[in-house]
């Protein structure tokens, strides 16, 4: 079992920052790729950005490209999403998960957290 506590989200105004974290727990929490998705309302979750946990290996949806940085500390079993220019469709709860793979289709990920809001004003 692999636990997920996501943390960070809030309410911006658009062209700010946030940064999220995922707190992963769990004895083989750190052998599977983690991923970030968002879901906001009447849409259907999507892939925003991935990483595994040994090389840093990162994969990124293209609307993200350029502004969200993923990046994950070992010691602390925690990852991280750094969001800059944030943009009013950047509104959605985001998601945490875990897949034993670098994935971009949330099918594939066995662990998910709960979920944090995140609200860009324009």
């Known amino acids: 079992q692999v636990q997920l506590v996501e943390s960070g989200g809030g309410l911006v105004q658009a062209g700010g920052s946030l940064r999220l974290s995922c707190a992963a727990s769990?004895?083989?929490?750190?052998?599977?790729?983690m991923g970030w998705f968002r879901q906001a309302p009447g849409k259907e979750r999507e892939f925003v950005a991935a990483i595994t946990w040994s090389v840093g290996r990162t994969e990124y949806e293209d609307s993200v490209k350029g502004r969200f940085t993923i990046s994950r500390d070992n010691a602390k079993n925690t990852v991280y999403l750094q969001m800059n220019s944030l943009k009013p469709e950047d509104t959605a709860v985001y998601y945490c998960a875990a897949a034993p793979l670098l994935e971009a289709q949330a099918y594939l990920y066995d662990y998910w957290g709960q979920g944090t809001q995140v609200t860009v004003s324009s």
């Open positions: 769990g004895r083989t929490a750190s052998s599977y790729a």
